[in-house]
């Protein structure tokens, strides 16, 4: 069939010859100014961020994703109110903030807590459900072992990075003359010792009373 030069003018459609089809700056992402560009993340140092108290950091970003994945972890159940619900989802960046992070090692270990927290506790829960084959019940059971050694483990590593793993012995102003001794430690005693100085060395030999005894 011959189409009329009418005809054959509706069907065209207008083309730009050696153009190509390019969506509009409103269906471009806001982040990308022109094709020929890269995405440029823009990090941000906020020392009043409110949400240091829960990651220990000034980077906003991060504070925030580590607070919604400590969130994530939480288990909800089949069926729960909402009430219930918001409560739950409060109740992993009030551990983070109670644990008081100070940088991101610790901010990361915090939520790591939080997660393990709730994992073992919901392994315990189902290890108490009535009526359940023994194989489940121990199932369970071992699961929450392992993650409350894994607890244990976590809060030994913040608590070694924070300085507190480890005791320290602080010794100031120790004078040793010539001829004389000093003892830096635990000294434990078993009875009553008297020192008496030694006359050739000028040191104080232990068990020796005055009179020789």
Known sequence: MTMTKEQRSRNLKPVTSGAKSTPSKQDRPSSISDESKETTLVLLDDKDDPHQVYAGTQSPAFNQALINQAVGSIWYGAAVDPATKKQLQCSAPGAMMNIGPKDAIEGMLAAQMVATHN????????????????????SALNHGNKLSRS????????DKHRGRGQQTVRVEHVHVYEGGQAIVGQV????????EPDHQSGIATPGEGKNGD
Do not use: K, N
């Open 119 to 138: 994992a073992a506790m919901e392994c315990y829960r189902r290890a108490m459900i009535p009526e359940q084959p023994l194989v489940g019940r121990e």
């Open 151 to 158: 607890y244990a483990t976590l809060v030994h590593a913040f």
């Open 188 to 195: 434990s005693r078993a009875g009553r010792m008297d020192a």
